[in-house]
């Protein structure tokens, strides 16, 4: 069973930058490919940003790529989320997930297996 907190979510302004955090619990973090997604009300949870256990492969989704970065350190037990040039429209709830495979393919949130309690983006215009 794999325990993920989030932290690092907060208010800025449009332009600004903010970095997520997401903690896991189990030594064997280095085995589960990370994704990152997003969700506001009324919305399915999108993806955002993904890495493969080692960190050597990343995915993002179209609308952050250039923005966001993704990375993690697997001595920390952590992945990042480094979200720079915000947008209002980058406002959600942000959720760190682990899959199965390490391979961090999955585009969906049914591609993933853990999820931490999410943290809220807020940006302002």
């Known amino acids: 069973q794999v325990q993920l907190v989030e932290s690092g979510g907060g208010l800025v302004q449009a332009g600004g930058s903010l970095r997520l955090s997401c903690a896991a619990s189990e030594r064997t973090f280095s085995g589960h490919g990370m994704g990152w997604f997003r969700q506001v009300p009324g919305k399915e949870r999108e993806f955002v940003a993904a890495?493969?256990?080692?960190?050597?492969?990343?995915f993002y989704a179209d609308s952050v790529k250039g923005r966001f970065t993704i990375s993690r350190d697997n001595a920390k037990n952590t992945v990042y989320l480094q979200m720079n040039s915000l947008k209002p429209e980058d406002t959600a709830v942000y959720y760190c997930?682990?899959?199965?495979?390490?391979?961090?393919?999955?585009?969906?949130?049914?591609?993933?297996?853990?999820w931490g309690q999410g943290t809220q983006v807020t940006v302002s215009s």
């Open positions: 997930a682990a899959d199965l495979t390490g391979l961090a393919f999955g585009r969906t949130r049914y591609d993933y297996h853990y």
């Open positions: 890495i493969s256990w080692s960190g050597g492969i990343t």
